[in-house]
């Protein structure tokens, strides 16, 4: 059994900054590639950053230079740290991994979601 459980998650005025974390536990024999995607009200999940566990990132051309992940592969934890918040980046976002399970097999695992709201 994995889990991801995030933290982090918050309201912020327009212009400040939060930071999320999610740590992954249980079963887990590697991880591959982790990340963030966000899903606003009405809106389909998008990609926000993903971190493979070498060190490449790939960011939504939205989030480029606002947003940063990294990655902690010793505590199996992944962060965003976002700056300059816009109204437009509230959204529920989760935390996402490519686990290799003690049943040898590739899996996707889901944190629970994080509420950020930014406020005008």
């Known amino acids: 059994q994995v889990q991801l459980v995030e933290s982090g998650g918050g309201l912020v005025q327009a212009g400040g900054s939060l930071r999320l974390s999610c740590a992954a536990s249980?079963?887990?024999?590697?991880?591959?590639?982790m990340g963030w995607f966000r899903q606003a009200p009405g809106k389909q999940r998008e990609l926000v950053a993903t971190?493979?566990?070498?060190?490449?990132?790939n960011y939504a051309d939205s989030m480029k230079g606002r947003f940063t992940i990294s990655r902690d592969n010793a505590r199996r934890t992944v962060y965003l740290q976002m700056n300059s918040l816009k109204p437009e980046d509230t959204a529920v976002y989760y935390c996402?991994?490519?686990?290799?399970?003690?049943?040898?097999?590739?899996?996707?695992?889901w944190g629970q979601g994080s509420q950020v709201t930014v406020s005008s």
């Open positions: 996402n991994a490519e686990v290799l399970t003690s049943q040898f097999r590739w899996q996707d695992y």
């Open positions: 249980g079963s887990i024999l590697s991880i591959r590639a």
């Open positions: 971190q493979t566990s070498g060190g490449s990132t």
